[in-house]
């Protein structure tokens, strides 16, 4: 079956700090691969989307990810977060043979001044 | 140009009654996703719907629970004889075809009292 995993519920890191929040799939073949970011009171905008080709994708507000087959993974990465990141991060995956998005339970970013 | 649009944005309702949230797409889109997100929760899909082609109603939690979209375009999630367990935000998305990027409304905050 689909699934996505994102392992940390909270997440706090002070601000200048890099960030990198987890995701793991399970999916029978190569995902669409997508990461959205919510700010409260807010819908889901897009931060970055890995289809096919280079690895390494590079996203809105300074956000890349990094697909790894081997490891089913697609964490996203920050090298210095602002306050401004502070929000809840989602990722999905795309199953194009289903026609449908399975979405992760969310990381709620924290940022410390 | 315009993005997802959605009404109300916020609705209070008695238990047992019926109420009725709008989508509106991006025009142009053949796509349309309607999530539920409870406090707390990741997205829980509910309902597909793709062109001309019959929706993929699997998500949809109850028989209480149905959705239509007029011309391809708008879309009505109705749920009749609300009870507070239906107390949620409610997310529609739209993309251009399948499991392209998904473009996301701000919600409709539904509270069953």
């Known amino acids: 079956a689909q699934s996505v995993t994102q392992p940390d519920i909270h997440i706090t890191v002070s601000e200048g700090a890099s960030l990198e929040l987890r995701c793991n799939y399970s999916y029978g073949a190569t995902p669409y691969l997508f990461w959205y970011v919510q700010s409260p009171g807010q819908g889901l905008q897009l931060l970055l989307k890995?289809?096919?080709?280079?690895?390494l994708v590079q996203g809105i507000k300074g956000f890349e990810a990094e697909f790894k087959r081997s490891q089913s993974s697609f964490n996203l990465r920050k090298p210095s977060v602002h306050w401004s990141d502070a929000a809840e991060y989602f990722c999905a995956v795309g199953a194009y043979n289903f026609n449908k998005f399975y979405f992760g339970s969310g990381t709620k970013l924290n940022v410390k001044p | 140009g315009a993005g997802v649009s959605q009404s109300p944005s916020n609705k209070v309702t008695e238990k047992g009654k019926d109420v009725e949230l709008r989508c509106d797409p991006i025009?142009?889109?053949?796509?349309l996703y309607w999530y539920r997100q409870s406090l707390g929760q990741g997205l829980e899909f509910l309902i597909y719907?793709?062109?001309?082609?019959?929706?993929?109603k699997s998500g949809l939690p109850s028989d209480r629970f149905s959705a239509e979209r007029t011309g391809g375009s708008v879309s009505t999630l109705t749920i009749q004889r609300t009870q507070q367990e239906d107390s949620a935000v409610y997310l529609c998305a739209s993309s251009l075809e399948g499991v392209e990027t998904q473009y996301f409304g701000p919600g409709t905050r539904l509270l069953v009292l």
């Open positions: 890995y289809f096919s080709g280079d690895t």
């Open positions: 719907f793709q062109g001309n082609s019959a929706p993929d």
């Open positions: 025009s142009g889109h053949t796509a």
